[in-house]
C-alpha cells in the first residue's frame, strides 16, 4: 500500500481559518481563530490520512521571481490584518509543535515549494494530498496527486482530482494555467485578455487546447470582438498563463525524506495549547492513551455473588436503566469500578444483597456517580438511601462548559477526549435496541460507563480547580442534588377534582369566546385554523397583513399582539388562545401525570441544562404555570398540602436581579436606593423623568420598571418601544437618561461585554461560567444577541447561584431545628414549602434569614412570603 504525503499552503490555510472564525483570544489578549482552524485542519488531516510524510509551506515574502515579469502581480492585495499577522509565529510554532516539517524558499511562492516536491513524490511512487484554500494548485491534480480546497471553514473541502476537474470544467488539469492566461484571476492581479471570462476561456481551450495553439490559430476564432482582443493582448495572455504556472522543478533545499512526519510532539503542544487557551484540544490529549489502555482492551467480572472486594475503595458506580424516567424506569443492572477492578452487578443480584445496600447507604463509602440526583430517586424509590457521593460526572461536566449538551457518560466522555469509546447506536444500541442486548453485551456497555467516571474524575477536579470552580461544584451543585433528590422524591399534592372543575369551567368559556369571535367575523369558522384565520383577519377584514408565510399571511402571536388596536376580534382570539393552552397544557398536561396511588405529582428538575444556572423542571414543568392570565394564576389553587393541617408556605426575592445588578455594577445611585428602603420603579422614574416622588404617575413608573428589568437583558432601544409601545426615539431616550442617571450601570454593561470580547467567557459571583464564541462574530445580529448575552448572565447566573444557596441552607436549618417542613418547589427566585401550622411562625423567621443571608451583596436581599391552604393563597 503507498504511503501518503501531505503538503500544506500554509499562508492559504491560515487566511482562510483567519475569515472562517470569529475572532477569539487567550487571556494575554493575542488573537487565536487563525491558529485555532489551524489545529483543527491538521487534527482532521493526521486521523484521516495517517500520513508517512507531511510540509507546510509558507511564502517568504511579498517579492517572488513573478515580480520581475509582471511588476503588479498580486498588487491588489489588502495589507494583512494585525488580528491575523501577530498569529502566524504561532502557527509555526503549532506546526513544530505537532511534529510536521515546515519550509519557505526565498523569491518563490508556497505553491512552487508543493509543485516541486509533489513531483518528486510521485516519480517515487507515493499518492499526494495537497491542502489549500486556493484553486491555483488545481493544475497540479493528476492520477496520484488529489487537490483538497476548502470550501467552508477549514475543515469541510472540495476535492480536486484530473476526473473531477473534467466534470466540473471539461478541461484537463493541466489546462488550468491557460484558462488562467485567457481569463486572468483577480485575487493574484493576473491581467489576462480583456472582455474574456471563464466560459469563454474554457470554451477556446476546448477548441484549441493550449493558448500557444490558439494564438496561432487565431483566424479560426469566431468574433470579430474576440479576435481583435486576442490580437492585440497576445503578449499578455503568455505572460498571464506564466504567471499561473506553478513551478514544479524549483531549485528547493530539501528531500521527502526531510519532511518525514514524526508525530505530535507533547512536551512543546501541550504548554502551546496551554498558552492558546485551547482548553478543547488539551482535554483530547491526555486521555487519548487512557483510552486505549483502560477502555478499549476492558475486561470485567459478571457478578453471581457479592464478595467483600468487589465493595472497597473509592468506587464509580453507574446504574442503567431502561428509559430517561429514572421516577418510573426499571433498573436493568450497576457498573462498579475500584482498585480492585471492573464489576458488572444485574439488577436482581444487587438489590438482593444486603452487603451491596449496605455499601450504598453507606457514607464513609466513596462514590463517584454521573447524575448524583438521578441515582438517589430512583434507589429511595426502592427503599434505599444512597450516601457517600463525592463526585458526579454530569455536574463537573455542565460546570465546565454549559453550552454543551450532555444526555448520558458517553456524551460527557466524548466532550473531555473519550472520542471513540462509545458508539452505542452500532455497538450497544439505544431505547428498546439497547434491552435486546444478551447479558454480556449489556454488562460491558455499563462497566465501561462507570469506568470513564472513574478514569474522567481527576481530570475534571483538576479542570474545575483550574477554572476557580472546584468551591462552586462541591458546596452547592453537590449538595444541591441531594436537597433536589428529596423535592422530586415528595412530590407535591394535586387536587385532582379542582383540576376538573377548572377545565370544566375553561370549556364554558372557550365556548363564549368562540361565540364572540363568530359574532364580530360574520360567520363561524375554526379559529384553530391559521388558514381559515387569515382569510377572516385580512380578506373579509381587511387587516394589515405584516408578515408572509410560505402558506399564505402569518396569523402569529407576535403578529396579532400588532393587530390588537385593528379590529376588537384580535383580542379575543389572543385571549381564546390563551385559554386553549391553559386547557391542553396545564389542566389536561397535569391531569395525566398526577400518581394515583399518592395524588401528587412529581417532577424532573433539570440541575444541568440552562447556561445561566437556572434549574428547570419537565414531566411535568410546574416552572412555567402562566400567572399573568388570572385563569392561569387559579392553577395554583389546585397545589395543596399532602397532609392534614399543613398549608402552602411561599418565599421569593424581590426584585434580585437589580439588586445584584447594583452590587455587580457598584453603581452608588441603585445601591443607595436599595439601601434606604425605596421602590427602585419610583426612584427610577424620579430619575429618568426629572420629578419629583409625588408627581410619579402609574405610567411613569410602568415604564420605568421596563426599562429596569429590561437593561437587566441588555434590551434595545427597538425592543423597548415595542415592549412600552412608543417609538423607537422615545425608547432611546429613556435608556439614556437611564444611564445618565446610572452612569457605572452604563460603565459595567461596556466593560463585561469587552472581557467577554477578550475571553470568551463571562462568570457569576460564584464563578459559574458561560462561554459566548459568539460575541466576535462578524455577523451583527449574531454579535449583538451575544453581547446582550454578557450583560445578562452575570445577572441571572448570580440570581440563580443565590437562591441555590438558599436551599442548602434552608436544608441545613430545617434538619438542624428537626422541623416537619419540607421544601417542594423551586420556581425561578421563588421557594415553596409545605408546613405544619405550628411551624409557621418559626418559619417567618427561619426562611427570610436563610434567603437574605445566603450571599452578602452591597444591598440588602429582601424576601417576601405568604402561606394559605393552596398554593394560590400563598401569595
Not at 443480584?349 to 438521578?374: C, G, H, P, Q
Request: charged share 30%; net charge negative.
Amino acid at each position: 500500500m503507498s504511503k501518503t504525503v501531505i503538503l500544506i499552503d500554509g499562508n492559504s490555510i491560515a487566511y482562510r481559518a483567519f475569515y472562517a472564525l470569529p475572532l477569539l483570544n487567550n487571556e494575554k489578549g493575542i488573537h487565536t481563530n487563525a491558529v485555532y482552524g489551524f489545529t483543527m485542519m491538521l487534527s482532521k488531516l493526521i486521523e484521516e490520512e495517517k500520513p508517512a510524510y507531511m510540509l507546510v509551506a509558507f511564502d517568504a515574502g511579498k517579492t517572488t521571481f513573478r515580480h520581475a515579469t509582471y511588476e503588479a502581480y498580486k498588487g491588489g492585495r489588502q495589507k494583512t490584518p494585525p488580528e491575523l499577522s501577530e498569529q502566524f509565529p504561532y502557527i509555526r510554532k503549532l506546526v513544530q509543535a505537532f511534529g510536521i516539517a515546515q519550509y519557505e524558499k526565498e523569491n518563490y511562492e508556497a505553491d512552487d515549494i508543493i509543485g516541486t516536491l509533489s513531483k518528486q513524490a510521485e516519480q517515487n511512487g507515493l499518492n499526494v494530498r495537497i491542502v489549500s484554500g486556493d484553486k491555483d494548485l488545481t493544475q497540479l491534480a493528476s492520477e496520484k496527486t488529489t487537490v483538497y480546497v476548502t470550501k467552508k471553514g477549514v475543515t469541510e473541502m472540495d476535492v480536486y482530482t484530473p476526473d473531477t476537474i473534467f466534470e466540473k470544467y471539461g478541461i484537463r488539469a493541466e489546462q488550468i494555467i491557460d484558462m488562467k492566461g485567457l481569463m486572468g484571476d483577480a485575487s493574484d492581479n493576473i491581467p489576462g485578455v480583456p472582455g474574456v471570462g471563464e466560459k469563454t476561456a474554457i470554451k477556446l481551450i476546448k477548441q484549441f487546447q493550449t493558448v500557444e495553439q490558439l494564438l496561432e490559430s487565431i483566424e479560426d476564432v469566431s468574433g470579430k470582438k474576440l479576435k481583435e482582443n486576442l490580437t492585440t493582448y497576445k503578449d499578455q495572455a503568455l505572460m498571464s498563463k506564466q504567471l499561473a504556472t506553478i513551478v514544479t522543478e524549483a531549485p528547493i533545499d530539501i528531500s521527502l525524506k526531510d519532511i518525514t512526519y514524526k508525530g505530535v510532539d507533547e512536551q512543546q503542544l501541550v504548554p502551546l495549547y496551554k498558552d492558546l487557551g485551547f482548553e478543547s484540544f488539551l482535554d483530547k490529549m491526555a486521555p487519548i492513551e487512557k483510552e486505549k489502555q483502560t477502555l478499549k482492551d476492558l475486561s470485567f467480572t459478571f457478578v453471581k455473588e457479592i464478595s467483600d472486594d468487589i465493595l472497597t475503595g473509592d468506587s464509580s458506580f453507574y446504574m442503567e436503566m431502561i428509559e430517561d424516567n429514572y421516577h418510573q424506569a426499571p433498573i436493568l443492572g450497576f457498573g462498579i469500578k475500584n482498585e480492585n477492578g471492573r464489576f458488572y452487578i444485574p439488577e436482581k443480584t444487587a438489590l438482593e444483597s444486603k452487603k451491596f445496600i449496605e455499601w450504598l447507604e453507606n457514607e464513609r463509602m466513596t462514590k463517584y456517580v454521573y447524575d448524583a440526583k438521578r441515582s438517589i430517586v430512583a434507589l429511595r424509590k426502592r427503599g434505599i438511601d444512597v450516601k457517600g457521593i463525592a463526585f458526579d460526572l454530569l455536574i463537573a461536566s455542565y460546570l465546565l462548559n454549559p453550552s454543551e449538551q450532555i444526555h448520558d457518560v458517553s456524551d460527557a466522555a466524548k466532550s473531555h477526549g473519550y472520542e471513540d469509546i462509545f458508539s452505542d447506536e452500532q455497538v450497544y444500541g439505544k431505547g428498546a435496541k439497547r434491552n435486546r442486548l444478551t447479558d454480556e453485551g449489556r454488562a460491558e456497555h455499563v462497566v465501561r460507563k462507570a469506568d470513564a467516571i472513574f478514569e474522567l474524575k481527576d481530570q475534571l477536579i483538576h479542570d474545575l480547580k483550574e477554572n476557580d470552580q472546584y468551591d462552586l461544584f462541591l458546596h452547592l451543585e453537590l449538595p444541591l442534588s441531594e436537597i433536589l433528590a428529596d423535592m422530586e422524591s415528595t412530590g407535591v399534592k394535586v387536587d385532582e377534582q379542582r383540576l376538573v372543575q377548572m377545565g370544566d369551567e375553561i370549556t364554558d368559556r372557550l365556548k363564549k369566546i368562540e361565540q364572540k369571535i363568530h359574532s364580530l367575523a360574520g360567520e363561524a369558522f375554526n379559529i384553530n385554523s391559521p388558514k381559515q384565520l387569515a382569510v377572516i383577519l385580512f380578506e373579509k377584514l381587511g387587516l394589515p397583513p405584516l408578515k408572509k408565510t410560505k402558506t399564505g399571511y402569518s396569523t402569529s402571536a407576535d403578529v396579532l399582539e400588532k393587530l390588537q388596536d385593528h379590529h376588537p376580534i384580535v383580542e379575543e382570539i389572543l385571549h381564546y388562545r390563551q385559554l386553549a393552552k391553559l386547557q391542553t397544557t396545564y389542566i389536561d398536561g397535569l391531569l395525566k401525570v398526577i400518581h394515583q396511588p399518592t395524588g401528587k405529582v412529581y417532577t424532573r428538575f433539570n440541575q444541568a441544562l440552562t447556561q445561566t444556572g437556572r434549574l428547570s423542571s419537565t414531566e411535568p414543568n410546574l416552572q412555567n404555570i402562566p400567572i399573568r392570565l388570572e385563569e392561569g394564576r387559579k392553577i395554583r389553587q389546585a397545589f395543596i398540602p399532602s397532609e392534614q393541617d399543613w398549608v402552602i408556605f411561599s418565599a421569593d426575592y424581590s426584585q434580585i436581579e437589580l439588586r445584584v445588578l447594583a452590587h455587580i455594577s457598584g453603581d452608588e445611585q441603585l445601591i443607595e436606593a436599595f439601601n434606604h428602603g425605596m421602590d427602585i420603579h419610583t426612584k427610577t422614574a424620579m430619575d429618568v423623568f426629572h420629578v419629583d416622588k409625588e408627581q410619579v404617575t402609574s405610567q411613569m413608573r410602568r415604564q420605568a420598571k421596563a426599562v429596569n428589568f429590561g437593561i437587566v437583558y441588555g434590551i434595545s432601544d427597538y425592543g423597548l418601544s415595542q415592549n412600552l409601545r412608543i417609538s423607537r426615539k422615545e425608547a432611546g431616550d429613556f435608556i439614556q437618561r437611564y444611564f445618565e442617571s446610572y452612569p457605572k450601570v452604563k460603565e459595567y454593561m461596556e466593560t463585561i461585554v469587552q472581557e467577554a470580547k477578550q475571553t470568551g467567557y463571562v462568570t457569576t459571583l460564584l464563578n459559574r461560567r458561560r462561554y459566548i464564541p459568539e460575541i466576535t462574530s462578524r455577523n451583527f445580529n449574531v454579535r449583538s444577541f451575544a453581547e446582550r448575552t454578557a450583560m445578562n448572565t452575570p445577572i441571572q447566573g448570580s440570581a440563580a447561584d443565590i437562591i441555590k444557596k438558599a436551599m442548602i441552607d434552608m436544608a441545613f436549618r430545617l434538619k438542624k431545628e428537626k422541623m416537619k417542613t419540607r421544601l417542594l418547589l423551586q420556581v425561578h427566585d421563588e421557594l415553596i414549602f409545605e408546613a405544619p401550622k405550628e411551624e409557621i411562625e418559626r418559619l417567618k423567621v427561619i426562611v427570610p434569614e436563610c434567603m437574605e443571608h445566603a450571599i452578602e451583596l452591597q444591598v440588602p436581599l429582601k424576601v417576601d412570603y405568604a402561606y394559605g391552604p393552596t398554593w394560590f393563597d400563598a401569595k
